[in-house]
Nanobody, 123 residues
């Protein structure tokens, strides 16, 4: 599967952005989808994930209550709605996919990655 993330940009603290990740192929519903981010000089970190059907989600504590992940399997797309953004949310955001995982926050366990989209939150 090929993944294409989009929707990043510059936003003021307290604002919102919605990221999208479009997947190629006809088997999108077979993939668990994860969102990760990487700030300059830091390791890639888990943001959240959504199950294959969209019925289950998990979030990092740092974004819980502010970020929401959803997916539309008919459109082969997963979304990351980010509200109440903080300067510390500034990072390149990546979507990732895997067919075998049930749930994982470890980036090294995902087989497929998008190219990343930059989110900058100004104070």
């Amino acid at each position: 599967v090929q993944l294409q993330a989009s929707g990043g940009g510059l936003v003021q603290a307290g604002g919102s952005l919605r990221l999208s990740c479009a997947a190629s192929g006809r088997t999108f519903s077979r993939y668990i989808m994860g969102w990760f981010r990487q700030a300059p000089g830091k390791e890639r970190e888990f943001v959240g994930l959504i199950s294959r059907t969209g019925g289950g989600t998990q979030y990092a504590d740092s974004v819980k209550g502010r970020f929401t992940i959803s997916r539309d399997n008919a459109k082969n797309t997963v979304y990351l709605q980010m509200n109440s953004l903080k300067p510390e949310d500034t990072a390149v955001y990546y979507c990732a996919a895997d067919t075998n995982l049930i749930s994982s926050s470890r980036p090294d366990e995902y087989d497929y990655w998008g190219q990343g989209t930059l989110v900058t939150v100004s104070s």
